[in-house]
């Protein structure tokens, strides 16, 4: 009898160590079937288009299911242009053990990249010439932890626009911020077509959106039309260079359809919302197991024509009624 006891005793102890383990198990298990994902967004400071590239990125996750609050959670953080703060921000996801980084703007990727090493993905949300920036090996194999969208300016469509629009322009004034990746690099490829059309063009340069209205004011004497490119510093300061150009009447042509909102009189544009949605949507599959290594760079290569009318009454210039037409009908048109 005594034996009997004894087994039924350590019976209960097993039955009850085992149910202990499983009920362990199941509340793991389902601790990490529940377990949000947490996807950190960088951008380096605050206008317009990065502000599009932005809601295009969350809006390309919800195409695929990924709703913030709901079934991710992101963690947003804006630099304001400031480098220290990048790198601050950057650190602070990869402490959080983040599953995912985006970073929007080129700086900010950069900063990103620095940190991740090869092991947390980071999505490029709208970045000028990745591979030439060092943030991937090439464009069809990026090689490592690193894929996303670019958003390679049309240049030779903007430079024939402006010719359509100022048939008899002389010379054409190009800013942008020196440190600026992007900005340099559309500035300069823009500048060499100008050589290759034989139209006459100077470069002018600033440090930061402070520098803007007094190199403007140097520019808008100068020249008789004025391309501002793709470039953060140059997009913040956009109103400034726009209120000092219209006082000597010189035209600014934009690389962005947020610039061209901002003032800017005409472009034809890649749109910024949808760089972001692209990207958006690649971080989604990225989360899903899709390898960045072999996830190529998506150019956003088709444009669209956006006018501002308001722009064109006001400095006395009568836009091209075939572009007007395709501005109404397929882009944008600001009033």
Do not use: W
Request: proline letters at 4%; one cysteine or more; glycine letters at 8%.
């Amino acid at each position: 009898m005594k034996r009997l006891y004894t087994f039924i005793a350590a019976l209960f102890i097993f039955l009850g160590f085992a149910f202990f383990l499983t009920k362990n198990a199941s509340s793991t298990a389902t601790t990490s079937k529940n377990k949000i994902p947490t996807i950190g967004i960088l951008q380096l400071m605050t206008h317009p288009a990065l502000n599009e590239i932005h809601q295009g990125f969350v809006a390309g996750l919800k195409e695929y299911g990924y709703t913030p609050g709901k079934n991710i959670k992101i963690d947003f953080q804006n630099a304001q242009g400031d480098q220290s703060n990048l790198k601050t921000m950057s650190t602070k996801f990869v402490n959080e053990n983040v599953s995912l980084m985006a970073g929007i703007a080129t700086p900010a990727a950069q900063a990103l990249a620095n940190v991740a090493g090869k092991k947390t993905p980071v999505i490029l949300a709208g970045i000028t010439n990745p591979s030439g920036s060092g943030l991937v090996k090439t464009d069809k194999h990026p090689g490592a932890n690193i894929t996303g969208t670019s958003g390679e300016s049309p240049l030779q469509k903007q430079l024939a626009l402006l010719k359509k629009v100022l048939p008899n322009v002389k010379k054409i004034g190009i800013i942008y911020t020196s440190s600026d990746h992007g900005g340099t690099y559309n500035a300069e490829k823009f500048a060499a077509l100008c050589k290759q059309e034989g139209i006459a063009y100077k470069l002018y340069t600033i440090s930061g959106t402070n520098d803007m209205q007094q190199v403007a004011q140097q520019m808008v004497s100068q020249v008789d039309a004025v391309y501002a490119p793709q470039d953060n510093e140059v997009a913040a300061a956009m109103k400034t260079l726009v209120e000092v150009a219209n006082k000597s009447k010189v035209p600014v042509f934009a690389a962005a359809d947020t610039m061209v909102k901002d003032g800017g009189l005409a472009s034809y544009a890649i749109s910024q919302y949808k760089l972001g949605k692209v990207a958006g949507e690649m971080a989604a599959q990225v989360l899903r197991g899709r390898k960045t290594s072999n996830f190529p760079i998506e150019y956003i290569t088709k444009g669209e024509y956006v006018i501002n009318t308001k722009e064109a009454k006001l400095l006395g210039i009568t836009l091209p009624s075939d572009v007007v037409k395709k501005a109404e009908s397929k882009g944008e048109v600001f009033k």
